[in-house]
């Protein structure tokens, strides 16, 4: 999870407001191929995505989700190209507007939503024994060995969370009270209160890209970006090569503030709280008196920043694309929201494993209580039933490179504008991103 850099810069202003529209993705239709460069993808931004095609009449057709005829050849070949473009395996049609959730839902067997109690306590044994591992590599690897020592650890504490967000969705266990202890102990190395995180995932999975709803990524609105050239240069960095770590603003804002909470929920948050703070008071001595400051560095810092490298990468790569809205709420539909805007991609099997296939994101939107080791059976079916409407990926560098390089400020007929479009001047974070990360897909 992560959120707007320009909130934990300014967090005494208040939200601007910005009035927003239908979203379009053109693609120009014509007998010849769409013509689309991966270097004007970076150059022009978001303007990509309309595939300039030489014809005697072009007509552009906007990629709005009607119930429409099967797509022609042309925009499937657009599509192919303009997913090769981005680092995507595939870029899904859109899906019709008279689809529901509740079609995609009862399009699922019914086992996939079975808790096991084996398999979710085995689920717990992988990710204790594979922490222990890493702390007992740190202790053990040379220095120049510790960043394969920490690249463990902190996938193997995601982990973990992955095992407390199955709890915050009631899909761990049938005994609540049990979920939400194991919750608490899952999050408590991360120093990450639990119920606060829950409350606020809630409104993420119910407002997924919605404008101002949703609490993980969002686009940069141009009135943040204007605001001042120090907040302008804090989120060009935050948004570009500090973005696999911007889910830290995001654990920092939203989860230790009571203001933020309903009255309701002030009370477990405050249980939360309580125990983290007791975990750092007690944990974090201990290990100091035990091996020192750089000890702390190294057994829990480290571990803790590879952990947020992978909470800031699983949640932009699971939402954010060139080609995904973010809509308004009077435009938002939850099925395209959570089907055709919610990315599936894979990791190498090592990560998966580790993290308890956290990536196999399409159908924990679908429906949350499916525990993540059904998380797989799910999409399988997914795929058989609406294959055509899904955004798929392998986790490759261009994929990267296009959300750090082009998905910055929002708009509303583009989706996004890149930040050296808007201001070429400040943007050399961009710039070197743009020399230095590889274009591999």
Not at 5 to 29: E, N, W, Y
Not at 66 to 83: G, H, L, M, T, Y
Not at 124 to 151: E, N, R
């Amino acid at each position: 999870m992560a959120c707007r850099l320009a909130d934990s810069m300014v967090l005494f202003m208040g939200p601007h407001q910005r009035p927003t529209g239908s979203q379009k993705i053109g693609c120009f239709s014509s007998p010849g191929l769409c013509q689309l460069k991966w270097e004007s993808l970076l150059v022009k931004g978001v303007k990509h995505k309309r595939c300039s095609i030489p014809s005697r009449g072009t007509r552009f057709i906007q990629a709005v989700a009607v119930p429409v005829a099967p797509p022609s050849e042309d925009s499937a070949d657009c599509r192919k190209q303009i997913a090769e473009s981005y680092g995507f395996r595939q870029i899904g049609e859109p899906l019709p507007e008279n689809v529901t959730m509740k079609d995609v839902i009862d399009s699922l067997p019914k086992k996939v939503f079975e808790i096991d109690d084996v398999k979710a306590w085995k689920s717990v044994l992988i990710s204790v024994s594979s922490y222990a591992l890493g702390l007992l590599m740190i202790s053990k690897a040379p220095w120049y060995l510790l960043p394969l020592a920490w690249a463990w650890t902190g996938t193997a504490v995601t982990g973990l969370f992955v095992i407390g967000h199955d709890c915050a969705h009631k899909s761990f266990s049938k005994n609540k009270l049990l979920e939400d202890i194991v919750g608490t102990l899952a999050f408590l190395p991360l120093i990450y209160p639990y119920e606060p995180w829950r409350f606020k995932h809630d409104k993420h999975h119910a407002k997924t890209n919605m404008l101002r709803g949703d609490t993980a990524w969002h686009p940069v609105w141009k009135e943040e970006f204007d605001t001042s050239p120090f907040l302008r240069k804090a989120i060009i960095y935050g948004y570009g090569p500090f973005r696999p770590w911007m889910s830290i603003a995001h654990w920092l804002i939203w989860h230790f503030d009571l203001s933020k909470f309903r009255p309701n929920e002030v009370k477990r948050v405050k249980i939360s709280l309580a125990c983290v703070f007791a975990f750092m008071a007690i944990g974090w001595p201990l290990i100091i008196l035990k091996t020192g400051i750089a000890g702390w560095i190294k057994y829990w810092l480290m571990p803790w920043l590879g952990y947020h490298f992978w909470m800031s990468t699983f949640t932009m790569v699971h939402h954010t694309a060139p080609h995904i809205p973010f809509k308004s709420p009077n435009e938002w539909n939850a099925a395209q929201a959570q089907l055709n805007g919610t990315v599936h991609c894979d990791y190498p099997k090592w990560i998966e494993i580790l993290c308890h296939n956290i990536n196999v994101h399409i159908p924990h939107h679908i429906s949350p209580r499916i525990p993540s080791y059904n998380l797989k059976a799910a999409h399988k079916s997914i795929q058989q039933n609406w294959g055509k409407y899904l955004n798929e990926a392998s986790w490759n560098w261009r994929l990267m490179k296009t959300i750090m390089t082009v998905c910055h400020i929002y708009d509303k007929e583009q989706n996004y504008v890149a930040f050296d479009q808007l201001a070429p001047e400040d943007s050399q974070p961009i710039t070197f991103l743009k020399s230095v990360m590889p274009d591999h897909a």
